[in-house]
């Protein structure tokens, strides 16, 4: 079982919890990532290093759990009507946030403190259920649509992969394309 199982939902632990991340977003804009150490996050927060050390192991994992949060999305995905405007607009702000110096950073934190792979579960659920909302929308209008996986798959892994990987010429007109092979070979199974 991982520290972060083992921990109690609610009461101190969830002000300790967000003590530290609000410490770790304020000392990253105010002296950056490279400074951050445990013991400067724990004078912020109020807490002791052996607080942070206990609940998250060391600085790498934090900073995962902190990116994790980060990474949350704070709004329903846009409803623009239709499909492959949905998803279209899903897909460019995806892009737009995570292929930002921010959203690489923490999606690279969120992977790179992650013995349990935990982390990237959670990042993938996220995304995950924004595409189900989308895709619950399409049937409602009595769309035909892909599966969940069959998006994940087909147009976040792609730009996920590039944005880590191969961030060069990365566009929205890229994250159109994906949304656009996807429907179209949808429509037209042969292809």
Known sequence: ???????????????VQAA??????????????DALTVPLVAQRAGVTPSTIYRRWGDLQELLSDVAV???RPETAPQDLGDLRADLTAWAEQFLDE???????????DALLGNPDGSNAG???????????????????????????????????APLVYRILFRPA???TAYARDL???????????GR
């Open 1 to 15: 079982m991982s520290r972060k199982q083992m921990v109690r939902p609610g009461g101190r632990s969830a002000r």
């Open 122 to 156: 959670q990042c993938s659920a996220y995304a995950a259920e924004q595409i189900e909302v989308i895709l619950a929308r399409a049937a409602d209008r009595a769309e035909r649509a892909p599966g969940v996986e069959t998006v994940m798959d087909r147009v976040v």
């Open 169 to 171: 010429d990365l566009d």
């Open 179 to 189: 949304v656009t092979g996807l429907l179209d070979t949808r429509a037209h199974p």
């Open 98 to 108: 995570m292929a930002s110096p921010p959203g690489r950073a923490y999606l690279r």
């Open 69 to 71: 949060e980060r990474l």
């Open 20 to 33: 530290v991340h609000t410490a770790v977003r304020a000392l990253m804009s105010e002296v950056g990532r």
